[in-house]
């Protein structure tokens, strides 16, 4: 299973892209950075993009893959997620008003797009993978995500604060291979990571210890961190011992 890191960010500069990942060059997970990191040949090769939740930096180049799929034409682009996340998709984003809804706009080969409803925690074979939708604590209805290829699954948190059932899931998942796990605010700012359904290092080392011993040297790529405090969070995050923790940079890539 190849892993390519598009955006890694809980905000946006000239050097910081909002979150987005690529698996195997065709299932996306989550959409910051989709059209503003990929080639218009490798946005084409994408077959489904899984949207963990409906908040706009991790939704918001559905808009131009979407109309860029458009011009090139093939396969509907398939969009999955949980059900109260679609329906904000079509409701606020996918509406007409403030976008063209492209799953009714045709190309020859059909509808532009389409939605997939994920049933949590109910496995769907999307892109020859495995996915499992597992909901987590946001401020709105969130999922992470498990992935199972052949021979690896990758674990993605979406964003979320402390929760209990993502980890439960995880201690039974054969063949994990690595974690991409949020993380946005220094510890000095707990009381807004946790109004805003958010880690802050603290509180993520105690998360970690909920996946059991036998995970202590499972790859964890950390994501998410607010550019304003990238540095603190870092140096933060460096006093965590006893974890295999790493912090994604932009076009990283990982064969697992």
Sequence with gaps: MELRVLGCHGGESVKHRTSSFLVDGHLAVDAGAITSM???EEQHAIDTVLVSHAHMDHVRDLATLADNRCQQGGPPLVIASTRETLVALRTHFFNDKLWPDFSRIHTPQGPTIVFRELEPETPTVLDGHTVRAVLVS???ETCGFIVEGK???LAYSGDTGPT???WEVLRETPKLRALLLEVSFPNEHHR???AS???TPETLGRELEK???EHRDLPV???HIKPVFQERVERELAKLSGHNLQVCQLGDQYLL
Excluded: D, K, P
């Design 38 to 40: 990929l080639t218009l």
């Design 138 to 140: 946001h401020t709105i």
């Design 151 to 153: 021979s690896a699954s």
């Design 164 to 166: 209990e059932r993502f």
């Design 192 to 194: 807004l990571a946790q």
């Design 197 to 199: 359904g958010h880690h």
């Design 211 to 213: 996946l059991g011993g």
């Design 221 to 223: 790529m950390l994501y």
